[in-house]
């Protein structure tokens, strides 16, 4: 560890409790994508604190911009650009009532922080306040991107577009790891999230009594049909290595128990570590709603939404990172994160400007409701996550700004 290192590291182990109370303020306020007016207020609060410049972003997200006084020029990068680094949080929540009882349980029924999105953003304004007090130390300019509705795979898109990483010659963000233990991260080259499409099938039947189904065309056993072979397209018609997933979480269909069902509504995901492959699969998975329900005397149509492209970490940017993280923690605490088939649209960010994604533990096996998955409803983390992710996340900024990785 330089000296520098053992600054930020001294700093945000004295900026640790402030950082608890803020995460835990956020966690009792959680709100959903698109709706998340009172977070991006309260971020703007923390980041006029500081005195940085900052201003709204699809809808709901925030950008701000941390400009060093650093003697000397902005340095480049290999492309010759001036060196700017963007630093990226998300801050939405789930649909989810919480049912982990604690006093920053979440006030608002239906509405949780189980993606840690919570802990995410408050590293982020961590980070902002490590930067600020070593702004001194680097010349040009770091962005903070304080990224809206993550979970339904639009805001980074949308920021994108909207221009909040315009300039940055290299990205950085995390995502809590239940599956690792705090103190550790993982941070891997290549493919580390699935590509993701969400699918909305609709298929029309006839309805009639059950007990003459002849008379009409059953759209309930057509959509169970599909539900069904399905499944083949992953362990009949694809390499066996090849990572790729088929599911469907909602069908609704029927009236009433005695009626055939004119209407079914199935609604899943395809999810895939390959391109091709998953174009490939949503071909099938068409031609097979098709041929299924024609067979049995119905029609469909389907509904093709891209949520997140698949998240590929540039190796450049990894061996910055595995650079940083081995000097801040040492060997033992990189750890090997396996490939998921969850998606995050972190990879609109990479996908414009060369990144990487690490993945920071949050378990503490004494603590069980840390052990839980993301997404489950009595997730929580142990918040000694904070003593790795900021001084990671402002390490790699500042040595990046400087020119020593």
């Not at 709901?60 to 480049?76: I, K, M, N």
């Not at 067979?295 to 698949?310: F, H, K, Q, T, V």
């Amino acid at each position: 560890m330089n000296k520098l290192e053992e600054q930020i590291t001294e700093f945000a182990e004295k900026d640790f409790d402030a950082l608890v109370a803020l995460r835990r303020e956020f966690h009792r306020h959680p709100e959903l994508g698109q709706e998340e007016f009172w977070t991006a207020s309260r971020i703007e609060e923390e980041l006029d604190k500081l005195g940085l410049a900052h201003h709204r972003c699809a809808g709901t997200g925030v950008v701000a911009y941390v400009d060093g006084t650093g003697e000397g020029p902005v340095l480049s990068d290999a492309a010759g650009r001036p060196r700017s680094m963007a630093l990226r949080a998300d801050i939405d929540a789930l649909p989810l009532t919480e049912k982990h009882e604690s006093d920053y349980k979440s006030e608002i029924p239906g509405r949780m922080h189980a993606c840690g999105h919570d802990v995410h953003l408050t590293s982020l304004l961590g980070t902002a306040r490590a930067l600020c007090a070593f702004r001194d130390q680097f010349a040009g300019r770091i962005i903070l991107v304080f990224q809206p509705d993550e979970e339904n795979g639009f805001g980074g898109r949308r920021m994108v577009k909207e221009g909040a990483v315009d300039g940055a010659t290299r990205c950085f963000g995390f995502h809590i790891a239940p599956e690792l233990k705090v103190g550790t991260l993982g941070i891997m080259k290549g493919a580390n999230n699935a590509g993701v499409y969400k699918f909305r099938m609709t298929i029309r039947g006839k309805g009639a009594h059950v007990a003459s189904p002849h008379q009409g065309a059953d759209a309930l056993f057509m959509a169970a049909q599909v539900v069904v072979a399905a499944q083949a397209l992953v362990t009949r018609m694809r390499d066996p290595i090849q990572p790729l997933l088929i599911g469907f979480g909602k069908l609704e269909a029927g009236a009433a128990y005695n009626i055939v069902a004119d209407q079914a509504v199935l609604e899943g995901t395809v999810r895939a570590l390959d391109p091709e492959l998953q174009e490939q699969t949503l071909r099938r998975l068409d031609q097979l709603l098709q041929d299924t329900v024609s067979l049995y005397g119905g029609s469909a149509s389907a509904e093709w939404n891209m949520i997140s492209e698949m998240l590929i970490n540039t190796d450049e940017a990894v061996e910055e990172a595995r650079r940083v993280a081995l000097s801040l923690f040492g060997e033992k605490r990189l750890v090997v994160r396996k490939q998921a088939m969850i998606g995050d649209d972190m990879s609109d960010f990479i996908n414009e400007v060369s990144g990487c994604y690490a993945f920071i533990g949050t378990q503490n096996p004494g603590r069980p409701e840390t052990v839980h998955p993301l997404h489950h409803v009595c997730l929580d983390v142990d918040e000694d996550v904070f003593k790795v992710s900021v001084p990671m996340t402002a390490a790699y900024a500042l040595e990046y700004m400087r020119g020593e990785i």
